[in-house]
Nanobody, 122 residues
Framework: QVQLVESGGGLVQAGGSLRLSCAAS????????MGWFRQAPGKEREFVAA????????HYADSVKGRFTISRDNAKNTVYLQMNSLKVEDTAVYYC???????????????WGQGTQVTVSS
């Protein structure tokens, strides 16, 4: 079994920055991709960003391109999401996910974290 543990959420003012981390532990870990989804109150969960576990391909939702950067440390089985120029509409619970095909081929993720709250105030 693989566990995903997120950290780094919190409260920040609009225009500020936060960095999320997601560490995978458990059995020998391999993944098609790791990344982040988010869910705002009253809305469906949406894709944010993903990085392929092999190679350097990254994928971003249009709403975060140019503001968010995803990276990984394979040795630590950890993926990071640097979020800059945060907007009020970025407020959501952010979920780490592993072993999935990024959009447009997304059909579900094998593993999910518990989620971490990101709140951006105006």
């Amino acid at each position: 079994q693989v566990q995903l543990v997120e950290s780094g959420g919190g409260l920040v003012q609009a225009g500020g920055s936060l960095r999320l981390s997601c560490a995978a532990s458990g059995r020998a870990f391999s993944s098609i991709a790791m990344g982040w989804f988010r869910q705002a109150p009253g809305k469906e969960r949406e894709f944010v960003a993903a990085i392929r576990w092999i190679g350097d391909n990254t994928h971003y939702a249009d709403s975060v391109k140019g503001r968010f950067t995803i990276s990984r440390d394979n040795a630590k089985n950890t993926v990071y999401l640097q979020m800059n120029s945060l907007k009020v509409e970025d407020t959501a619970v952010y979920y780490c996910a592993a072993d999935f095909y990024p959009p447009p081929y997304y059909n579900g993720a094998e593993y999910w974290g518990q989620g971490t709250q990101v709140t951006v105030s105006s």
